[in-house]
């Protein structure tokens, strides 16, 4: 999420085709009241929108009009003029109708909870009994064509920007600016992508897939990490769910059982929608802050489908970087009972902040749905989607083809956006910006005449007690983001110890159907092996040696490790993947103040300080519903929230390159995220492990401490380094994170959008007699081998995140064994990122 967030970070430092009828204003009552979701039209069309909460609303259309209609039930309608083609800020008042007050609807303040007392609960009540009749859920089968149009353009475009610096050299863009028709604001197309698929789903076994038939985009069409962010950012969802995910957040659906609690509910007005009765209910949120949205639904009167809706997020949403969404579904009738999506429209306002003449880009996505048919089995095994499904044909398809499959035709603004950013990038500045851009969302540095690309960048600098002052150099091999091989390595130096340390791997993908993989690859480096109790085999995976600047104590017990592995990896049906590997690697002890000494009958001095050993692993991973993006040997994960279930059997044999010892070490770890509805997101991780046979400490399990002042998620960070050591170990981690929910009941506080986070976390393990006596040599600065047994070492801790929307401070507190020698009661971490 965090590079997805730089990217949108890269178009602000970035940042009209003319329409013939423009008016914008504000609605109020005779009391200078605000009229929220009024109807607004241009008199003789359909053309019309409702204000917001503000009484606020802008409208524009293609043609010429004279005359503006305004109405809301209770009050006379209004009849307006329109002298010009632009109109802004006008300002218009409602009068009450005489003798009409009985039918005056407030839509202001607390709004009755009983159907008794109102009717626009008694209609919800009838919607959640038939929603699950509704829409293809009543089909055994199901299949459709889908279209998916989806665009970013920068906002706010004045005259400021356009002579500005920045687009010195590029001010042909302009030609391209429009003006939106729900905001009002002038903007620049700077993406777009279209997509069109066909989907197959069947109810009775909860499967469904989607054959990408075309997709055809512009822009920065070759960087296939934007494309993922977009379909990351724009998931489908269901109006009926309870909860609506939007930019990693749950939102309260207005149709949901819990939205009693969370909206206010009026029935404001009744009419014939094609030739069907339907109810109009407005729905506001009860309370600021908290993830909700506004506006008003149609819906049919005997079978209590929804046929229109739109919703837009509350300015006071606990959301960052998010100005303002809206979001309109039109549902058709196909027959007189059944109501299915043909149009889902969603927009986006990306910004700094949310002040009204702030600049940003929109996020805008078209949905359209059309050729429904139904009761069409097909085989289970046609549901079984391939690992490899990459459709080459699919990304070059002619004019012809998207003539016949656009269910919207493109307009003349969309249409020039293809032609303008094809230029675009060929000018040397864009392209110049446009690495930069690069650069932070990947951490790469490109050289695309070398096929090349250097870093990452963000680990250039580093510190830690054994090497002091630490650089850093890397690279990797880079054709494009399918590469079927690529070549990595890094070069580092440390000025305390005097030494340099490398690595460097190499990935091949054999097969890319079944994603067979071979890899290998060597490193030597100073490391801090007791990181993570689930171990890694992977050549490069990070060190944490010198994470960390400035920690609660000393760093000084890192190991020089000299590893070279070879693995074969496949997944052999989608998200399950197989790895088997062998390693060598040979383990001492990088500072003079820490001991990997072990009792060695087999050496002069009965004392050894060096692990010579080799090693065999067998890994299964798990990952239901992760999408990937790519077919190369390294793919690129499209979503979250999905599972995470591991397993590995390690061996060493010290038949093999004369190792020093015989083990088996099983692990398993399981981690899952959980949406908990309205209340945040709760990660719960599971970790287990045994080890089998006599090994020294540097091939036990160290439960993870943390003695850096960053929160790390799975670590404990009341714990030092090497303070609890297992051969036996299970772990539990929790951590929910409430979203603002907490918060915004406080009355000073709720304005900050801050986010309440709580955690648990605790570890029970043991470690047998004869490793402790293998592990005592009287070495005195040796690590007194001590696992948590007696009971359970557990921490808790109460965290405050969305500080300045980047910071997290955790106050954490240790739970017990507070007898141990120096033991940490109380410590404060934190952590700086970039989330919705």
Known sequence: ???????????????????????????????????????????????????????????????TWDALIISFLGYERQEIKLEKKVNYDLKFILIEEAGALDEVVIVTGKQSKKASENPAIRILQKIWERKRQNGLRQFKQYQYDKYEKVEFDLNTIDSALIKSKLFKGMEFVFEEVDTSNITGKTYLPIFINEAASKVYGDNKISEEKEVLKGNKNSGFSNNQMIIDFIDDLYADFDIYNNYLKFFDKSFVSPLSRTGIQTYNYVLSDSAFIDNKWCYNIIYYPRRKNELTVKGDFWVNDSTFAIKDINLQASKSANINWVKEIYIEQEFEVLNDSVFLIKRDYMLSDFAINKKEKSRGVYGKRTTLYNNYEFNIPKSKEFYGQEVYSYNEDAYNRDEDFWDKNRMEALNKDERGVYKMLDTLKTVKKFKRLYNIGSILASGYIEVPSLNLDIGPVFSVFGFNEVEGTRIRGG????????????????????????????????????????????????????????????????????????????????????????LTTVALEMEPSKNFVVRASGTFKTLESA????????????????????????????????????????????????NDGFPSLFAQVTRGDKTVFNSDFDFTKVQFSYIQPWQVGGFGRLTTTIEAGKTFGEVPLALLSVVPGNQSYFSIYNTFPQLDFYEFVTDTYTSLHLEHNFNGRFFSRIPFLKKYNLRAIVGVRGVWGDISNENIALNTTGNPVETPLVAPNEELYYEYSFGVGNIFKILRIDFNFRGNYLDNPEARPFGVTGSFGFSF
């Open 475 to 562: 690279g990797r091999t880079y054709f494009g983001p399918n590469d079927l091989w690529r070549i990595e390595g890094f070069l580092a130096y440390g000025f305390r110890d005097d030494k340099f340390k490398y690595g460097i791997s190499g990935k091949w993908l054999v097969d890319k159907r079944r994603r067979l993989i071979i890899s290998a690859g060597n490193r030597r480096d100073v490391e801090q092996i007791g990181a993570n109790l689930t171990s890694s085999t992977d050549v490069l995976g990070r060190s944490l040696a010198s994470s960390a600047v400035v920690g609660t104590a000393v760093n000084d017990k890192l190991t020089t490790i000299n």
């Open 591 to 638: 500072s003079p103040t820490f001991s990997l000494d072990y009792n060695d009958p087999l050496s002069p001095s009965g004392i050894s300080s060096e692990v010579v050993q080799f090693e065999t692993a067998l890994s299964l991973s798990f990952f239901p519903n992760r999408k990937m993006t790519g077919y190369g040997v390294e793919r690129r994960i499209a």
């Open 1 to 63: 999420m965090k590079q997805k967030l730089l990217i949108l970070f890269f178009f602000f430092g970035m940042c009209s085709a003319f329409t013939q009828t423009k008016v914008s204003g504000y609605i109020f009552d005779e009391f200078d009241v605000p009229v929220a979701f009024a109807n607004v039209l241009f008199k003789g069309s359909t053309e019309g929108t409702i204000s917001n909460e503000d009484g606020r609303f802008y409208l524009e259309s293609d043609d």
